[in-house]
């Protein structure tokens, strides 16, 4: 599957930005998605990711209260909600599919088998 995201852009401390991510085919609901994010000179870390129902959700942290992650799976679509932006949310987010059936929804990023290209954030202060 290939993932193709959007909706990144510049925006002040306290704004919000609604990230998309668009799967090219109909498979999508048989895959977790996640949103990860890579800030320069760090490791690509996890943010949120939704089961394929879209009953399950997981979050990092720092995201709790602030992100929210929804899929419109009749539109092979996973969106990430980002509110109360801070500037150390500043990173490049990357959608992920991950193809295996698991208990949880997976939080680290070599359970995923898919990614899209990745949409620039910047939060300034």
């Known amino acids: 599957v290939q993932l193709q995201a959007s909706g990144g852009g510049l925006v002040q401390a306290g704004g919000s930005l609604r990230l998309s991510c668009a799967a090219s085919e109909g498979t999508f609901i048989t895959y977790d998605m996640g949103w990860f994010r890579q800030a320069p000179g760090k490791e690509r870390e996890f943010v949120a990711v939704i089961s394929r129902s879209g009953y399950s959700r997981r979050y990092a942290d720092f995201v709790k209260g602030r992100f929210t992650i929804s899929r419109d799976n009749a539109k092979n679509t996973v969106y990430l909600q980002m509110n109360n932006l801070k500037p150390e949310d500043t990173a490049v987010y990357y959608c992920?599919?991950?193809?295996?059936?698991?208990?949880?929804?997976?939080?680290?990023?070599?359970?995923?088998?898919?990614w899209g290209q990745g949409t620039l954030v910047t939060v300034s202060s």
């Open positions: 992920a599919a991950d193809q295996d059936v698991r208990g949880i929804p997976q939080v680290l990023v070599p359970k995923y088998d898919y």
